[in-house]
């Protein structure tokens, strides 16, 4: 029970931090994370990249989504189950509000990645350290999720303001060997 109560903590503070940053600031510090990604030896070669749709004052990685696509990559994004799993589909159609209100592709109608062909998974995040240890919003479904993604670079993005002195880690918490945020790469 402790352990929540330091990971929640721990959101409160990365939370409130990220939505600190004024609107512009939030667009401005994304087209350099964008722009970090567009080098990013981890993403060379890549034919498909799990990505996400921002949700509230998460960093916007949709300029990027666009490079790649130009590119010729299969940019998905994930669908979450009602089972607390999820998994990645390259959308056909308009996306969907999600089970947690984040817009999703529709899966009737899109195409299903497994996570072993995946290349790579662009990750956010409520806070991280320097470990690159993830804070998520405690759902668990990357965590669950990415390591079944064989293959598949997994890169944390996220803002500096959501940098935090040390995260709680518990046995399930994914590892993560690179970031990117607006002051560039950080690997492990």
């Known amino acids: 029970m402790e352990r929540q109560a330091e990971k929640a903590a721990c959101r409160a503070l ?11 600031e939030r ?24 990505g996400y ?28 189950l009602s089972d607390g799993e999820m998994e990645a589909y390259v959308p056909v159609g308009p996306l969907l509000p ?8 529709d899966a009737a109608v899109s195409r299903l990645v497994p996570p072993e062909g995946l290349d790579a998974v662009l990750v956010p995040c409520v806070g991280f350290d320097d470990t690159l240890c993830r804070l998520g919003h405690g759902m668990g479904y990357y965590d669950r999720y990415l390591p079944r993604c064989t293959r598949a670079a997994a890169i944390l993005t996220a803002f500096e303001a ?7 880690r518990e046995p399930h918490d994914f590892s993560f060997r690179a970031a990117v945020t607006e002051k560039g790469v950080f690997r492990k």
């Open 162 to 168: 959501q940098r935090l002195d040390a995260v709680p």
């Open 53 to 80: 749709v921002p949700s509230g004052s998460e960093c916007d990685l949709r300029p990027f989504y666009e490079t790649l696509r130009k590119r010729g990559v299969s940019v998905a994004f994930p669908v979450t």
């Open 98 to 105: 999600g089970r947690c209100g984040i817009p999703e592709p």
């Open 27 to 50: 667009r401005a510090r994304s087209l350099q994370i964008c722009r970090a990604l567009e080098g990013l030896e981890e993403l060379r070669g890549s034919r498909t990249v799990l």
């Open 14 to 24: 990365a939370l409130s931090r990220r939505r600190a940053l004024a609107p512009e």
